[in-house]
């Protein structure tokens, strides 16, 4: 049997060479390090932030989305958490294009609305058509009818043609069971005129069996000071036809019809 011996002097040796090799470069990788602090602490501030940029931009740009999205999120949160005071919809109005109108916050001032406590929507942008029936349209039409059945649209502002067309969701309050005494008589005073819905237009078969009689469901708005007075050419065109002329509604189901009120007296009453 033949044994061998190892060479111990050999292995300590080689032993020593490595950590001797590991240490050098270690010092080597610290020198390094500190000769790259001293030389970042030397540049220009400019460069300094290139510099940062350049290394931790991907960092930087998702703690900026990250901070976006927490504030936008606690800012829905507590705005979407506030009661509602009301939601009315503007239809076809010049308002969707002229910003220029004061009609939000002239309201909000006049019935001294809190808008840390409440929310309030006055929505300028929706353009109905009954002739074009393009996917922007229709998109609009069914959050229409949406917001009519889940009961969070209180007012509905548009030309006839549209309210009795595509908005039509037969469902206008009866103004004669809602509108105070007072409100009605000084509406008859200022010269503007009644909308009767006819229930019977369409020929629904569903409406069979029911009170099929044209009821007052809505005020004309063709001569509202106060909307044809706003912004650059007022809320509306003059009308040409009688689908033009433009109707104020209250959605029958609306939880505020006090406020949904208020808005309507404020408008017409508006000087």
Sequence with gaps: MKIELKDNNNLE??????????????????????????????????????????YYKWWILG?????????????????????????????????????????YNDFVAAEGIDLTKEHLTIGMDTSLSTENYDTTMLAYQQRLVANYTAGELDVVIG?????????????????????????????????????????????????????????WAGIYLDNCPYLNNMGEAGAYPEPETEDDRVIFTIAANSKRVENAIEFLRFITCNR
């Design 159 to 215: 030309p006839k043609g549209i309210m009795e067309g595509p908005a039509n969701c037969d469902d206008y309050a009866d103004f004669n069971a809602i509108i105070p005494a007072d409100l009605k008589e000084e509406l008859e005073d200022r010269g503007y005129e009644f909308y009767y819905f006819d229930p019977a237009k369409d020929e629904i078969e569903d409406y069979e069996g029911e009170d099929l009689t044209p009821y």
């Design 63 to 103: 703690a900026i989305a990250a901070i976006i999205a927490i504030t936008v999120f606690i800012r829905d949160y507590r705005e979407n958490s506030k009661p509602t005071y009301l939601y009315a919809e503007m239809l076809n109005t010049y308002f969707g294009y002229d910003k220029s109108n004061t009609l």
């Design 13 to 54: 040796g080689s032993e020593l060479r490595n950590t001797s090799a590991t240490d050098d470069l270690a010092d080597l990788i610290k020198d390094q390090s500190q000769n790259q602090d001293t030389k970042f602490s030397e540049l220009p501030a400019r460069k300094k932030a290139a510099y940062i940029w350049d």
